[in-house]
């Protein structure tokens, strides 16, 4: 669900509030589409990394306004058919991708291996494409995200987790049952249609195809 400033628990930190200063044509997705929910999963150490990355300072999904727009296509599509958008990352600062780097080069974590890529060697997450060392996430225009039930707010069963290194992310594969294979093909069918292409090892990751910024790496943090 959208982020907000609300009164922390005794267990969660405040959510901080919006510097508002991202460069000109960048916009907060939950300001375009404020019914899409929203866990960005690198603001926490709920990922493969096992730790917070470098530059998230607020839980926010930023993109260009282009992308946010066309994702609002896509969100309005799926909610036709009874779910929802719901977000894990989308534009990445360049300095986190760095941080992906250095932890391939850090054999001795493991922490999140058995959650996140039990049959991968780290060290090759680079080479086998399940991670980058120039993201296209830093250009501004690059989404992870899934798909919610609009009746229960719950997170739809895609066959595979957000971010797992393996075979079984993949578009087409045979190896997840008949429900989240159609869940996957919905969520290909909404983002294609509103102009956006996906990548072949991840049913998460899609691009805008006209992206605004293609060659420009963006470093600012999300805040």
Known sequence: MTPKPDAPSKEEKPVPERKRKLPSGFVYVDEVIP????????YTDHNFVGARLDGYKAPYAILSRQAAEALQEAHDFVTSKGYGLKI???????????????????PADQRMKEEFYPEVDKAKAFQLGYISSRSGHSRGSTV??????????????????????????????PNIGKAPSERRALLKRAMERAGFKPYS???????????????????????
């Open 35 to 42: 019914t899409a929910q929203y866990e960005i999963r690198y």
């Open 88 to 106: 894990f990352d989308a534009y990445r600062p360049a300095k986190a991708v760095r941080q992906f780097v250095a932890w391939s080069k850090d």
């Open 144 to 173: 992870d995200l899934t798909l919610f039930e609009l009746k229960t707010g719950q997170e739809a069963d895609m066959g595979s987790p957000f971010d797992f290194f393996g075979t079984i992310s993949s578009h087409g594969t």
């Open 201 to 223: 090892k991840e049913w998460w990751h899609y691009t805008l195809k006209d992206e605004p910024y293609p060659r420009r790496y963006y470093d600012f943090d999300i805040e």
